[in-house]
């Protein structure tokens, strides 16, 4: 029941959708251009001011900018730094259990510790 | 028995390993960074005694000039004594412990001594640094409670950082060294 697929349902949401921001954009021309007289001469007083017309897409386009140099900030924070234990090992590989070693099936899926993972790599077998 | 080969470190400066047995269960690894530079040195002075001058000719306050050579020879002080690692070695005592040694430019040193019964192994590991992923030796110390488990990782050369050709001729050395005390376990 949870498919990609086009529905009818999703035809009339996108639909509404489409005519509902090209609403919006002509209502943010409109109130961004047409002088505030001429506004009033039309009974439409209620209105935020001009000045947020270009205050909020300068807001938008600093925060994105910004966005980016913040997620690079969050990711250098997120990185585990190279005094930690978390660069080798975490909860779930403390706490695995030891599998039995059967004969002659596939050894199970487990964590091995690093020390035997050097020893592998760098120490060669004579 | 000493001897002593070159390599690179991560960021390609030239770095040279030194090793030297001093008897059957004690060893000792140096690694020797690039000594400061001249050119680097003048450069640098050079530098900040041009925009000295600069703020001199627009400001006309000689009180920048002076400010200047106070700030360039502080600096110069501060990164010798503080910043500059001109050597990290690290002494594999069998039955004792490990000692590692930063000497700094100015000729400060510092020592960290760790004792064999902390000691879980040392390992060459991988880890994100600066957007990057390096290869570093690091010593794993025991936990107490947990006969598996690490307490702490003390991570080695870290001015220095050599690549893994000169961290797997350090790793084989110092197994060679750890391995005798599983073969020969006299103490608790």
């Not at chain 1, 002088?35 to 897409?57: C, D, I, N």
């Not at chain 1, 660069?87 to 599998?99: E, G, P, R, S």
């Not at chain 2, 902390?118 to 570093?136: F, G, L, S």
């Amino acid at each position: 029941e949870n498919s990609p697929a086009p529905l009818p349902e999703r035809a009339i949401y996108g639909f509404a959708l489409f005519l509902g921001s090209w609403f919006g954009f002509i209502l943010y021309l409109i109130w961004a251009y047409i002088p505030e007289t001429w506004l009033f001469s039309l009974g439409l007083t209620y209105w935020p001011q001009k000045y947020w017309a270009v205050a909020l897409p300068v807001y938008l386009l600093v925060a994105v900018g910004i966005g980016y140099i913040l997620l690079f900030g969050i990711n250098m924070m997120s990185t585990a730094p190279l005094n930690s234990t978390h660069t080798i090992t975490d909860n779930y590989a403390k706490k695995q259990q030891q599998k039995t070693f059967q004969e002659e099936a596939i050894p199970a899926l487990r964590d091995i510790p690093i020390s035997e993972v050097n020893r592998m790599f760098f120490l060669p077998e004579k | 028995m000493a001897e002593e080969r070159r390599f690179r470190s991560a960021c390609g400066a030239p770095i040279a390993l030194r090793r030297r047995q001093h008897s059957a269960s004690c060893r000792e690894l140096a690694v020797r960074g690039p000594r400061l530079q001249l050119r680097s040195l003048s450069a640098a002075t050079s530098a900040v005694w041009l925009a000295a001058y600069g703020l001199f000719a627009l400001s006309e306050n000689s009180v920048v000039l002076s400010a200047a050579i106070f700030i360039s020879l502080i600096g110069l002080i501060i990164y010798l004594h503080f910043i500059k690692i001109d050597q990290e070695s690290l002494l594999v005592i069998g039955s004792l412990g490990i000692q590692v040694t930063s000497s700094y430019a100015s000729g400060k040193e510092s020592t960290t001594f760790i004792e064999m019964g902390q000691v879980k192994d040392v390992v060459i590991n991988e880890a994100i640094h600066m957007q990057k992923v390096i290869y570093y030796l690091c010593i794993l110390l025991q936990d107490p409670e947990d006969p598996q488990g690490v307490s702490e990782v003390v991570p080695l050369f870290q001015s220095s950082k050599p690549r893994l050709d000169c961290l797997i001729e350090v790793y084989k050395s110092c197994q060679e060294i750890l391995e005798q005390r599983k073969t020969a376990p006299q103490s608790s």
